[in-house]
Nanobody, 122 residues
Framework: VQLQASGGGLVQTGDSLRLSCAAS????????MGWFRQAPGKEREFVSR????????YYADSVKGRFTISRDSAKNMVYLQMNSLMFDDTAVYYC????????????????WGQGTLVTVSS
């Protein structure tokens, strides 16, 4: 299984960026796809998740209203549209896959991508 995250970069406060995650190696029907991030010196934190089948979404309070997660089942892609970016959004962003949500945190996820760096300058 491979999860390939891309789309990170250097942007300014208030800008938008779209991250992509290409999933391959298995069928993700009934799985949950998530985005996490880890800022320098901080622990990895949950950002958003989406169920592959129904497209049900869930967001961390810190990004609610600014970020939108989506998936394209035909292309096996998951996206994270990030608007109104703030300095505190600076982090390495990881996509991940979970068979089910039990803990609501990173312990649920069994496959992880390599991460893509998002830097927001103030």
């Amino acid at each position: 299984v491979q999860l390939q995250a891309s789309g990170g970069g250097l942007v300014q406060t208030g800008d938008s960026l779209r991250l992509s995650c290409a999933a391959s190696g298995r069928t993700f029907t009934n799985w949950v796809m998530g985005w996490f991030r880890q800022a320098p010196g901080k622990e990895r934190e949950f950002v958003s998740r989406i169920t592959w089948n129904l497209g049900t979404t869930y967001y961390a309070d810190s990004v609610k209203g600014r970020f939108t997660i989506s998936r394209d089942s035909a292309k096996n892609m998951v996206y994270l549209q990030m608007n109104s970016l703030m300095f505190d959004d600076t982090a390495v962003y990881y996509c991940a896959a979970a068979k089910a949500i039990r803990y609501g945190d990173s312990k649920d996820y069994v496959f992880w991508g390599q991460g893509t760096l998002v830097t927001v300058s103030s």
